[in-house]
């Protein structure tokens, strides 16, 4: 991976392309999709592949924000537990997207910050 910063923190862009797109608990979507969003908005390392975001994905599902339905090699097919909500982090001053059951915590990584 390259020295690439991207302004908004992926977890934070992937919480958004979802709350965005795919903000219905019985509508199935993948990390495929999420990540060909992702790359046509130009804010991620143009080097990296779907592996490279493996991680992010399994700490959304960790979250309790989303559950892992099926998985197909590199392609998880994920379903939302709940309905997500829009919050302004007071800390972080960032729009995050957090799941109605989800802890109230920043997901950006640099702030963790409760709300």
């Known amino acids: 991976m390259s020295g690439f910063t991207p302004s908004i923190p992926l977890e934070l862009q992937i919480r958004k392309v979802i709350f965005e797109k795919f903000n219905d608990p019985d509508k199935r979507f993948t990390n495929d999709e999420i990540f060909e969003i992702l790359k ?26 989303v559950r892992n339905i099926a998985q197909n090699f590199t ?16 800390s972080c001053n960032r729009e995050i997207f957090l799941g109605t059951s989800e802890e109230r915590i920043c997901p950006n990584p640099s702030c963790k910050s409760a709300i």
Do not use: R
Not at 44 to 65: A, R, V
Not at 75 to 90: A, M, N, R, S, V
């Open 40 to 65: 046509s908005n130009g804010d991620i390392d143009p080097s990296w592949i779907i592996d490279d975001t493996e991680s992010l994905f399994n700490e959304i599902c960790d979250s309790g924000l």
């Open 75 to 90: 392609t998880i097919f994920l379903k939302l537990f709940d309905p997500i909500e829009k919050f302004q982090c007071g």
